[in-house]
């Protein structure tokens, strides 16, 4: 079992930045692929970042260049750095699990966060 708590998500204007965080507790998510998941109203969930148990990231295209993803092993964090913001990155950021390959296109996932607002005004 692992339990994923996303915070500081929130409200920014266009081109400003937001760092996401998510803490991992429970079973150790180091043999994982962690990722985080967006939802836009009326839309349907996006994968938006993967990275797996090696450090290897993905992207979705609407993200690359934009958005990173990191992780602290030590401290069992997954984290979504985000800039040059958009109003159509307005969405519910949700942190994921699962131990399987990581595909940035899927939203199948074992465990999932709460999620976290994040809402971008022009």
């Known amino acids: 079992q692992v339990q994923l708590v996303e915070s500081w998500g929130g409200s920014v204007q266009a081109v400003g930045s937001l760092r996401l965080s998510c803490a991992a507790s429970g079973s150790t998510y180091s043999g994982y692929c962690m990722a985080w998941v967006r939802q836009a109203p009326g839309k349907e969930r996006e994968g938006v970042a993967t990275v797996d148990s090696a450090g290897r990231s993905s992207y979705a295209d609407s993200v690359k260049g934009r958005f990173t993803i990191t992780k602290d092993s030590g401290k069992n964090i997954l984290y979504l750095e985000m800039n040059s913001l958009k109003p159509e990155d307005t969405a519910m950021y949700s942190c994921?699990?699962?131990?399987?390959?990581?595909?940035?296109?899927?939203?199948?996932?074992?465990?999932w966060g709460q999620g976290t607002q994040v809402t971008v005004s022009s």
């Open positions: 994921a699990a699962r131990y399987v390959r990581c595909d940035v296109k899927s939203t199948k996932f074992d465990y």
